[in-house]
């Protein structure tokens, strides 16, 4: 079973009216299935643009490097010779 990223819902036939389908959701992403599996999720503007987006700063940047180095060594080792 594939776990969903959001609580609401919808089918492919409730797309016909996919109004309904946004007031029913109250802002919120919905998840479409089809035959029982999750194969799209709509999103609505309102859940994107709820907050101003924010760019990463150099330090959180080099941070997030810095923590993820041990594991992405072996790659770049390998890469190293290519």
């Keep these: 079973m594939t776990r969903l990223l959001t609580n609401h819902i919808c089918t492919m036939t409730e797309l016909r009216e996919p109004h309904k389908v ?45 923590a993820t180095r041990e594991q992405a060594q072996p790659v770049l080792d390998y890469l190293k010779d290519k």
Excluded: H, I
């Design 22 to 66: 946004l007031e029913r959701s109250g802002g919120k992403p919905v998840a479409v299935m089809k035959n029982s599996r999750c194969v799209a999720y709509l999103v609505p503007a309102e859940a994107t643009l709820a907050e101003e987006p924010r760019y990463a700063t150099r330090d959180e940047v080099l941070a997030a490097m810095e």
